[in-house]
């Protein structure tokens, strides 16, 4: 693979990538003058019909490095029935539905036909839009084979291909319906593909699907923002402990915390989480893979709105989610892939405000949180002084069937007392694991691609030196995918931008 690297221009404008006119005003109108470093890095050579290989996260303003362009490509030319003339591969339903808004955006003074073919919906709804012909075709990779196979949509008039989050479709088992869709595809098209991180799958697939790629990379949030303020903050290794360092921790935040999102590494976790943290009368929702899609978007739409306090999620249901002015971010387990406390931390400190993160470490996280400074570069400090002494947990937060009218009572607890509200607690999980206690949480672990990510971490870390990683079957992938349900009505949740106060890591210049 010939790889072309381009580095960023500082002071560029919009006006200055090549874009149509019709996509620059659209810009202008959504508030954006300056574009990003990975905006500026891809847009020339995209317009171009050149390859590109954006390596970038989400937050980078990436979307809008392969978004734009497209639409300015697609001025020329016309859709025929059930032949889209681009396609867009996304890992979930949510990131497909984020372009889509992208789309239509920035695709406000054009009349692109645009198809989202996501789990869920009807196929006959998705067939009648493909008959009417796609400019723009957005899809999970599962969704997307299925009405191939059944012969309803031909891509051979396919003339942009766009993989996104491709390591994220790595994680997530389906690299296998990435291959074949890449087979499907004539070989003449151009190809824009974006990760977040190269492992040697991803870059094996580079090397076999691009053709002499531009290289745009920005600077992977490898450094956290200067406005976080990071804590550590030591707890026993048990979850009820891990749970009241959390309730203390939100407690001694008091007026400051003004909404969080809790990160668990597994969707077990969040759902214990979520109904402990109910339990105890805080204002909390729960955001994971295996929840219905109208949940998800009503639990974000609470959040984003202020209704809703603090939200407990998982990685990869987090992941992509535009979900600005956050004021902390907990990490309840200290996360596995040290590229993911970037992104959590992320959350939070956007658009030039300052934010906190308090990541709550136990005895057995030493090799995590080693490489999590290594990559950022940092010692994080941990957070001084006993947090039982500020903020003792009372009587009231470890009984939380009395009531908030308990009354409280002052100061520390022994540590028999403090055994004994384990035991109580421990209690309180077996009835919180009873069906009736639970409508409103979300469903138990069955995300497999979720379980599988786990599982695989554990092999992972298990079989370190050897360096295996698992793949799965196309078949499996699509019954992931099909196992998530959408319907139309949920795709109006608007995504959120930042207008001109651009975060200061956007702005991280180009690497060569
Ligand atoms: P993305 O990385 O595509 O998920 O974009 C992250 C956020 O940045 C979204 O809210 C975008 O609307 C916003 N954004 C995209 N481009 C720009 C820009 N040039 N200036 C400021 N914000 C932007």
Same mark, same amino acid.
């Given at each position: 693979m010939s790889v072309d690297t381009t580095t960023a221009q500082e002071a560029l404008t919009f006006a200055d990538l090549g874009l149509s006119p019709k996509v620059l005003s659209a810009v202008t109108d959504a508030g954006y003058t300056t574009p990003t470093?990975?905006?500026?890095?891809?847009?020339?050579?995209?317009?171009?019909?050149?390859?590109?290989?954006?390596?970038?996260?989400?937050?980078?303003?990436?979307?809008?490095?392969f978004v734009l362009p497209m639409i300015t490509r697609l001025e020329k030319g016309r859709a025929r029935a059930?032949?889209?003339r681009t396609l867009?591969?996304?890992?979930?339903?949510?990131?497909?539905? !984020?372009?889509?808004?992208?789309?239509?955006?920035?695709?406000?003074?054009?009349?692109?036909?645009? %198809?989202?073919?996501?789990?869920?919906? %009807?196929?006959?709804?998705?067939?009648?839009?493909?008959?009417?012909?796609?400019d723009v075709l957005i899809a999970t990779p599962g969704r997307m084979l299925d009405h191939f196979e059944r012969g309803k949509l031909l891509l051979t008039g396919v003339e942009i291909l766009v993989i996104d989050e491709a390591d994220r479709m790595l994680d997530m088992g389906f690299i296998p319906d990435i291959e074949r869709i890449c087979k499907l595809i004539p070989f003449t098209r151009q190809t824009l593909f974006f990760s977040a991180t190269m492992p040697p799958e991803i870059?094996?697939?580079?090397? !076999?699907?691009?053709?002499?790629?531009?290289?745009?990379?920005?600077?992977?949030?490898?450094?956290?923002?200067?406005?976080?303020?990071?804590?550590?903050?030591? %707890?026993?290794?048990?979850?009820?402990?891990?749970?009241?360092?959390?309730?203390?921790?939100?407690?001694?935040?008091?007026?400051?915390l003004k909404n969080a999102i809790i990160f668990c590494n597994r969707k077990i976790e969040v759902s214990d989480l979520f109904k402990s943290l109910q339990k105890h009368e805080f204002d909390v929702g729960a955001l994971h893979g295996d929840m219905d899609q109208r949940a998800r978007m009503m639990m974000l739409d609470n959040f984003r709105s202020g209704r809703l306090k603090l939200l407990v999620a998982s990685d990869v249901a987090a992941r992509g989610l535009d979900i600005p002015d956050v004021s902390h971010v907990f990490n309840f387990d200290v996360p596995i892939h040290a590229e993911d406390y970037v992104h959590r931390i992320g959350r939070t400190g956007r658009a030039g405000r300052s934010g906190k993160s308090f990541t709550i470490v136990t005895r057995g996280d030493t090799k995590h949180l080693d490489a999590i400074e290594k990559l950022t570069g940092q010692n994080i400090e941990w957070h001084d002084g006993d947090l039982s002494t500020l903020a003792p947990a009372t009587e009231e937060d470890d009984a939380p069937r009395r009531?908030?009218?308990?009354?409280?009572?002052?100061?520390?607890?022994?540590?028999?007392?403090?055994?004994?509200?384990?035991?109580?607690?421990?209690?309180?999980?077996?009835?919180?694991?009873?069906?009736?206690?639970?409508?409103?949480?979300?469903?138990?672990?069955?995300?497999?691609a979720e379980e599988r990510r786990t599982r695989k971490d554990a092999i992972k870390s298990d079989n370190a030196s050897r360096g295996t990683r698992s793949g799965n079957t196309g078949n499996q992938s699509r019954r992931d995918d099909r196992r998530h349900n959408r319907s139309n009505d949920d795709l109006n949740d608007g995504t959120v931008g930042f207008g001109d106060d651009m975060p200061a890591f956007m702005k991280i210049a180009v690497k060569v």
């Open positions: 470093p990975i905006q500026a890095g891809s847009i020339p050579h995209a317009i171009q019909g050149k390859d590109v290989l954006g390596i970038a996260q989400t937050g980078t303003g990436k979307t809008a490095a059930r032949m889209p867009i591969l996304e890992p979930t339903r949510e990131l497909a539905a !984020q372009v889509e808004e992208n789309f239509i955006k920035y695709g406000k003074n054009h009349r692109l036909n645009i %198809s989202l073919l996501i789990g869920g919906v %009807s196929f006959d709804e998705q067939e009648k839009k493909l008959e009417r012909g796609a870059t094996k697939l580079t090397e !076999q699907f691009l053709h002499a790629p531009v290289r745009v990379e920005v600077s992977r949030a490898a450094s956290t923002s200067i406005n976080i303020t990071q804590r550590l903050v030591k %707890s026993g290794s048990k979850p009820w402990d891990k749970r009241e360092t959390l309730r203390n921790l939100i407690r001694a935040e008091g007026d400051s009531g908030r009218g308990a009354p409280k009572r002052a100061g520390r607890k022994g540590d028999g007392e403090r055994k004994r509200d384990h035991k109580r607690e421990r209690k309180e999980e077996v009835v919180e694991a009873k069906p009736a206690e639970v409508q409103e949480a979300p469903a138990e672990v069955t995300d497999i």
